[in-house]
């Protein structure tokens, strides 16, 4: 991967552009959060108790975003210096908790579904996917010299799958959000999208999931480069 990051010293630093812009964009939002607008589309319902638990979904997604950028920006501006086994163990930390965090969330849907919308329970799935895949991409390098890696096949596929998940965020940003159903339709109601954004505004807050998506598809890509 190291040497892979190196050789591409252009793609390196555009996407290390990327993750500085995503990481502004995070550090923003959870500076200043939006102001929610809670309807009853799409399963959101009126009161108090929805906005809280929609404002306690975006500090998350934004938080989980905001360290997967500096882990991965970490990856790439140290690529040899970086400690293989430490970032294992940084990834590994991260997925026991954002799993935890899912299965509470999770346990909190079923016991008052009407509290807790689905969409705050994405990004901490969508986060735990993006962190094993990681991992994934890390597994056979924890020794410097070892000549393991992850298997082609599946890697690319896992790029794939994140290349794809990109595309359709940024195709359904347009969209309005009342009107967006579905998959995409869940992805932009989730991590505090549900604000009541429009124009230059709501794309930019689709920029960090954009962002990790395609980062992640090019990690996995240089995993099995050579």
Known sequence: MAQFVQEYA???????????????????????????????DHGWRQGASTAGSVTAGYHESDAAHLIMCLVMLAMLVFPSGANPSAV????????????????????????????TPVE????????????????????????????????????LGLAAVFAADALLVALAVGRPLANTPGYRGILLRSGGCVAALTGPRKRSAMVPHVVMDLGTAYMLIAAVSN
């Open 88 to 115: 294992r163990g940084v990834l590994t930390a991260m997925i026991v908790v954002f799993a935890a965090l899912l299965v509470s969330r999770i346990s909190e849907w079923h016991s008052a579904p009407d509290r």
């Open 120 to 155: 705050r329970l994405v990004p901490l799935g969508y986060h735990t996917v993006t962190a094993a895949a990681m991992l994934y991409a890390l597994s056979g390098h924890a020794m410097s010299g070892h000549p393991g890696g992850p298997a082609v096949i599946p890697a």
């Open 10 to 40: 252009a793609l390196r630093w555009s996407v290390v552009a990327a993750f500085l812009i995503a990481g502004a964009i995070v550090l923003g939002r959870l500076a200043a959060p939006a102001r929610l607008v809670v309807g009853s």
